[in-house]
């Protein structure tokens, strides 16, 4: 039972990133960068099916460039067992990666691919969606919870009202929400252990995969700013302010 | 060539963000389909009362009683050709299902679109809302989501035919189990006029219902959450506001010790008026709140319930 995960390097959540003067991009030169917040949970996840016994091998593989080798060692310190960096220089986009992924999910058969349910840069949230139907895989997104007996995955999923309890036979495709699991501090000596190990490169070329952008990003702004409100002094004012200036009958 | 709008219904009745979808099709002034998978006659009938589209198409089939992404995607896929642009209100059902079809149709897809502009182009945000994004699709057909609150709802009033067609074989590798539903008098969060919302400092579960609810219910509102309040247990999680929660857009949203973080802000931003009541001055809710006041919670909630004359309509 072998499980493959995705790690996206993304900005670090805390950080509100600037839009370069030019509006062509945003600017992360130097900006904090980390492991994709629900990619965490997938790793995390991952990690206790094997300490359940449940899994045997956990695979992480990441898109980018040489400069992912930092979440995929951080994934590594945290405790899977290998790590991919599959290298591209040019910006892989959603599709791209999807049919990328697809080509490792082949190579490496995993039982289970267990992904973060959106990039937390992009906001796309699909990834896992497209590589389930690229490989016509069962697919269970948003999971908050996930049980696995045999060839079957029982997941629940958090949806827009509640929640939804699906059965998928592996393998599947799967992808995490923040709720999943509380994802392990790493220690500093599993970090530099992590240093030491070796992460596999492929090159995307190599792969035989068209991963052209299919979307132009022709500008970045920053968005229109609410209009700046004002202070009440007690519920009274917040009171008269709503009903007389904002006519709302209350 | 035709657009193809998938419409999301709970079994019982149509989600209400339909009709925003139709608005934001009309963009291309293609005849519009609606694509209604299960479903009853009830549904059947307000999608086809939607002004503004041409047909609605409706498979039926015991398998798509709870409908997986997986049977839709194939639903989808089974009548694609005859469509440019297919696209639903971004929502968890059809974020679900749209990459599956996009990734099969070989084209990028747009999720969660601001506004739709000519050739192909759109704004959505990156960065949990901190940077709008102007894109240019360079695909041949276009498969989107679009962020309800961006557009107004299509009037109602038609009558347009309904095509049955066939839904392909069940997927059978996927097999849906249960789902449970938080069950609640209150108005739909995500349709609410009025929202009340609350965050880790309400402390406590019973603190929670017993400060909020009262205020709540006198103003007709909904209630919300920040993730903080859910995690900690306060609040069930199908109330949480924000990118990984609902988002919402009512004509006023108050925010009751909750700080504003990116990751709330993301799903209330959009709402008309924002109040925010929070101890601490320098908290950012109260750079993107109308009226802001620093006050204890404890003090100023049950006051403002008392004041509040009557209950709304
Ligand atoms: C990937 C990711 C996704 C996330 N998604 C979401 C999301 O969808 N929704 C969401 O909400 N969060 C989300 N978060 C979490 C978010 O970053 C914040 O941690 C969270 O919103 C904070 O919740 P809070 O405002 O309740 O708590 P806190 O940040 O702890 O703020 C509590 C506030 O209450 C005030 N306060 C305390 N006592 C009182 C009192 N007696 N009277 C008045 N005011 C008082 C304090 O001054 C403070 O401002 C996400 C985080 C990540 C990393
Ligand atoms: N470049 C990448 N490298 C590794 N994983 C990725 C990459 N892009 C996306 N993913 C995975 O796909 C998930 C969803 O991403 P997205 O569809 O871009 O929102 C992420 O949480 C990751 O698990």
């Given at each position: 039972m072998k499980i493959l995960v995705a790690v996206k390097r993304v900005v670090d959540y805390n950080i509100k990133v600037r839009v370069k003067p030019d509006g062509s991009n945003v600017d992360i030169d130097g900006v904090k960068m980390g492991v994709n917040p629900f990619d965490e949970n997938a790793i995390e996840e991952a990690l206790r099916l094997k300490e359940q016994g449940k899994a045997t091998e956990?695979?992480?593989?990441?898109?980018?460039?040489?400069?992912?080798?930092?979440?995929?060692?951080?994934?590594?310190?945290?405790?899977?067992d290998r790590a991919i960096l599959v290298e591209s220089a040019e910006k892989l986009q959603s599709l791209?990666?999807?049919?990328?992924?697809?080509?490792?999910?082949?190579?490496?058969?995993?039982?289970?691919?267990?992904?973060?349910?959106?990039?937390?840069?992009?906001?796309?949230?699909?990834?896992?969606?497209?590589?389930?139907g690229l490989l016509n895989y069962p697919q269970a997104t948003f999971a908050s919870s996930i049980n696995l007996e045999g060839k079957v995955a029982t997941v629940t999923r958090e949806v827009d009202g509640g929640t939804e309890t699906l059965a998928l036979d592996l393998p599947a495709v799967i992808t995490a929400d923040l709720r999943l699991n509380e994802p392990r501090f790493v220690k500093l000596p599993n970090l530099m252990m992590a240093r030491k190990k070796p992460?596999?490169?492929?090159?995307?070329?190599?792969?035989?995969?068209?991963?052209?952008?299919?979307?132009?990003?022709?500008?970045?702004?920053?968005?229109?700013?609410?209009?700046?409100?004002?202070?009440?002094?007690?519920?009274?004012?917040?009171?008269?302010k709503l009903r007389g200036e904002e006519g709302i009958n209350l | 060539m035709r657009t193809l709008i998938i419409?999301?219904?709970?079994?019982?009745?149509?989600?209400?963000?339909?009709q925003k979808a139709v608005t934001a099709a009309q963009f291309w002034q293609a005849p519009i389909d609606?694509?209604?998978?299960?479903?009853?006659?009830?549904?059947?009938?307000?999608a086809a009362s939607i002004n503004g589209i041409s047909r609605v198409l409706h498979a039926n089939a015991a398998h798509l009683a709870h409908p997986l992404a997986e049977d839709v995607a194939n639903l989808i896929l089974s009548i694609a050709s005859d469509y440019q642009v297919i696209l639903a209100a971004h929502s968890s059902f059809s974020r679900n299902i749209l990459p599956r079809v996009s990734a099969l149709l070989d084209v990028a897809m747009i999720s969660d679109a601001l506004a739709i502009q000519e050739n192909n182009t759109y704004i959505r945000s990156g960065f949990t809302g901190s940077i709008h994004n102007v894109i240019q699709s360079t695909d041949h057909v276009q498969v989107l989501t679009v962020h309800s609150s961006r557009f107004a709802a299509a009037s109602l009033g038609n009558n347009a035919e309904v095509i049955?067609?066939?839904?392909?074989?069940?997927?059978?590798?996927?097999?849906?189990?249960?789902?449970?539903?938080?069950?609640?008098?209150?108005?739909?969060?995500?349709?609410?006029?009025?929202?009340?919302?609350?965050?880790?400092?309400?402390g406590s579960a019973e603190k929670f219902e017993e400060v909020l609810a009262p205020l709540a219910t006198k103003l007709g509102a909904a209630l919300g959450a920040t993730r903080a309040a859910v995690d900690a247990g306060y609040a069930p999680n199908d109330i949480q506001v924000g990118q990984t929660g609902v988002v919402v857009a009512p004509e006023l949203?108050?925010?009751?010790?909750?700080?504003?973080?990116?990751?709330?802000?993301?799903?209330?931003?959009?709402?008309?008026?924002?109040?925010?009541?929070?101890q601490d001055p320098d908290a950012p809710i109260f750079q993107i709140a109308d009226y802001g006041l620093v006050s204890d919670l404890f003090e100023a909630i049950p006051a403002l319930t008392a004041a509040i004359k009557q209950p709304l309509q």
């Open positions: 956990v695979v992480a593989v990441s898109f980018g460039t040489q400069v992912n080798q930092d979440v995929l060692r951080h994934a590594l310190a945290m405790g899977v791209a990666v999807a049919k990328l992924i697809k080509t490792v999910v082949e190579r490496e058969q995993p039982d289970l691919i267990i992904l973060g349910k959106q990039s937390i840069d992009d906001d796309a949230g699909q990834m896992g969606q497209m590589l389930a992460i596999e490169t492929i090159n995307a070329d190599t792969l035989g995969i068209e991963h052209e952008p299919r979307l132009k990003l022709l500008k970045v702004s920053e968005p229109p700013a609410r209009k700046a409100g004002i202070r009440v002094s007690s519920v009274e004012e917040l009171l008269t | 419409a999301e219904h709970n079994g019982k009745l149509l989600n209400p963000a339909v609606l694509l209604v998978a299960g479903g009853n006659d009830a549904i059947i009938q307000a049955n067609i066939d839904a392909p074989a069940p997927f059978t590798k996927t097999r849906w189990v249960s789902e449970t539903h938080n069950l609640s008098d209150r108005p739909a969060l995500s349709s609410a006029k009025i929202v009340v919302s609350g965050g880790r400092s309400l949203y108050i925010a009751v010790g909750v700080s504003g973080a990116v990751q709330h802000t993301y799903g209330m931003k959009d709402s008309k008026i924002v109040v925010a009541i929070n």
